[in-house]
């Protein structure tokens, strides 16, 4: 296996890890900031296809996975001069992350190449049955096509030491209850939900402390949210912390918040639930099937800070609930969601990815070329709406 992916600062080139060689490619020109989207996109598709070209001179694979609509010329392009099928992994959707909304050019032009890395692949993966709903009904694909794989977490990542997690409850919970925030401070995150049903859980649980562990365009919009409903020293905003800190702080912590807008799967979850913590967390997308299916802790309607506070609540309250919920937590995602469980069945999508190419073309003849497909641009409102 060989995976093509984007350079980054002190990493090697190239290398092998795990049997696996791992190419890391600098950008071609035009070398803009990526604000610049889809000039940096382009740029990267460029320096990737080149790579994978050349690394074809010598080698060539059964099967090529490109993830999200940022490789899709690139994964269009190798999948035709190696003539084998194209798997695509859709994470997410423009239209998702705007709740159904496509409000300019470049959201449209993000729907356009989502479709086309869609239509241009033999199979198509999704992290949960909602994402499959949701691309299913935005891209016209037939359900068929469609695979569900949920993202994996690797669970020895989110054992810490009792030392370590005495230290970051001493270092950032107050006298009462630690809850714990980890993501991107991001509008579809749902963060502001939280600071809104900060009130009524702090008369409810004198000494309560929240932890809003990352970064993201709306951090100062929030910390003035928290400001302005005078919540004090009880929320902590940390930043970004590195492995052994997060996993630290989410085992530290009592419960786990995932309040979001919009979730395809909700990663974050699986991660505290490794660390043995009860999660609470919107009933949204993939984010609310994970907890409910895997009994991660509760769901409660998206933005919604009652419900959020009431959740809260009858968990603090019954901790005897709260160890069960934590224990039982960490064995699910021990059992479903470990890596060698997620590779099992993505080797599995390969071997069905090559068993249609191999049909399509025993049916109309080894020189068959898809037609171009007529590039759907879309814009305004969608309608996503889950059944």
């Not at 639930?273 to 409910?292: K, M, N, S």
């Not at 895997?294 to 609930?321: E, F, H, K, M, Y």
């Not at 080894?366 to 007529?374: F, G, T």
Request: aromatic share 6%; net charge negative; charged share 20%.
């Amino acid at each position: 296996m060989v995976v093509l992916t984007q350079h980054t600062d002190h990493a090697p080139a190239d290398s092998v890890i795990g049997g696996v060689r791992v190419v890391r490619v600098p950008h071609d020109p035009p070398l803009v900031p990526m604000d610049d989207l889809l000039a940096w996109t382009m740029a990267l598709d460029h320096a990737l296809t080149r790579a994978a070209l050349a690394i074809g001179s010598t080698w060539q694979p059964d099967v090529v996975h490109g993830h999200d609509w940022l490789v899709a010329h690139t994964g269009a392009t190798l999948k035709e001069a190696w003539a084998v099928p194209l798997v695509a992994t859709v994470h997410a959707t423009e239209a998702g992350r705007h709740q159904g909304w496509l409000p300019g050019p470049l959201n449209q032009a993000i729907n356009s190449l989502e479709w086309w890395l869609t239509y241009e692949a033999r199979r198509v993966i999704t992290c949960s049955d909602a994402m499959r709903w949701e691309v299913t009904r935005l891209f016209e694909l037939p359900a068929g096509k469609v695979d569900v794989i949920p993202n994996g977490v690797e669970t020895s990542r989110w054992q810490s030491s009792d030392a370590a997690v005495r230290a970051a409850r001493s270092r950032w919970g107050g006298d009462g209850p630690l809850l714990l925030f980890s993501g991107r401070l991001e509008y579809e995150k749902g963060v502001h939900t939280i600071l809104d049903a900060m009130r009524a859980l702090r008369r409810r649980h004198p000494g309560l402390r929240l932890v809003v562990a990352g970064r993201g365009s709306q951090e100062d919009a929030l910390r003035a949210r928290a400001r302005r409903l005078r919540l004090g020293r009880s929320v902590c905003f940390v930043g970004w912390l590195g492995d052994e800190d997060l996993s630290a702080m989410a085992a530290a912590a009592d419960l786990a918040l995932v309040p979001s807008l919009y979730e395809p799967f909700g990663l974050v979850a699986l991660e505290a639930a490794a660390a043995g913590t009860p999660v609470v967390a919107a009933d949204r997308g993939g984010l609310g099937e994970v907890v409910r299916g895997s009994r991660l802790g509760l769901t409660v309607p998206s933005q919604d800070p009652v419900a959020l506070a009431d959740a809260v609540t009858s968990l603090l309250d019954d901790q005897v609930l709260a160890r069960r919920i934590g224990r039982s937590a960490r064995a699910a995602v021990e059992s479903a969601y470990a890596w060698p469980v997620v590779a099992s069945a993505t080797v599995r999508v390969y071997e069905q990815a090559i068993r249609d190419e191999l049909a399509l073309r025993a049916r109309v003849g080894s020189a068959y070329v898809e037609p171009a497909p007529d590039i759907r641009v879309r814009e305004g409102n969608l309608l996503l709406e889950e059944p």
